[in-house]
């Protein structure tokens, strides 16, 4: 079973510039999550989604950061215009429906998109 | 305060020791906790978790659990130079039951 996915896995931008990172959460899982991690503060959550639905945004840093999920199958997120203390490792991380007890609270995490605005 | 906290070291144990691994959480509510794997340059991975009080063995790994002291742990037996890597503590609260929040991360240096 393929795991989380997600695009570009590395990508270097100039400051100002759009940009969007995607990823695909693993088939059936009906949560997604994306984290920023940095040295200096760990890894954060920014947003999740229950069955394409945002349900919790609190970590977005600011208006710049934007997130969707179309599809069960496809969510983006979206830094516009960027800027250099965005440059970080950006997770994409799935999970599956909780149907006993909590056994079905684990996270599942993407390979990350490496992002560096210069 | 942090909901979940770690020492963030390094700690450097070596080889064939116990590495113990501490975490805290501020969320009494917290009902599940996770011990996650990061090796340098990759994506966390999940080793542990647990969500009853007590421990909960699992090969060359033990995680605890104390909810009345608000305490989990992480102790792995015959530390292998593999193991070397940051080791993330998660847990999630009865408000953020569907999210999970990590501490730091503690840095574990395993020395042959």
């Known amino acids: 079973d393929a795991g989380v996915i997600q695009s570009p896995r590395h990508e270097v931008t100039e400051m100002g510039q759009e940009v969007t990172l995607r990823c695909k959460p693993i088939?059936?899982?009906?949560?997604l999550f994306w984290y920023r991690q940095t040295m200096m503060r760990g890894l954060e959550l920014l947003i999740y989604f229950n069955n394409n639905v945002p349900i919790d945004d609190s970590g977005m840093p600011e208006d710049r950061f934007s997130a969707k999920m179309p599809n069960a199958s496809f969510s983006t997120l979206k830094i516009q215009p960027s800027e250099p203390r965005d440059s970080a490792v950006y997770f994409c991380?799935?999970?599956?429906?909780?149907?006993?007890?909590?056994?079905?609270?684990?996270?599942?995490f993407g390979e990350g998109s490496w992002l560096t605005v210069v | 305060q942090k909901e979940v906290e770690q020492n963030s070291g390094p700690l450097s144990v070596p080889e064939g020791a116990i590495a113990s691994l501490n975490c805290t959480y501020s969320d009494r509510g917290s009902q599940s906790f996770f011990w996650y794997r990061q090796y340098s340059g990759k994506s966390p991975e999940l080793i542990m978790s647990?969500?009853?009080?007590g421990d909960k063995e699992d090969g060359r790994f033990t995680a605890q659990l104390n909810k009345a002291s608000q305490y989990v742990s992480l102790l792995i037996r015959d530390s292998q130079p593999s193991d070397s890597a940051t080791y993330l503590c998660a847990g999630n609260g009865l408000q953020g039951a569907q999210k999970l929040v990590f501490g730091q991360g503690t840095r574990l240096t395993i020395n042959p």
């Open positions: 991380a799935s999970r599956g429906a909780s149907l006993w007890g909590n056994s079905g609270n684990t996270i599942y």
């Open positions: 647990i969500y009853s009080n």
């Open positions: 088939s059936g899982h009906n949560s």
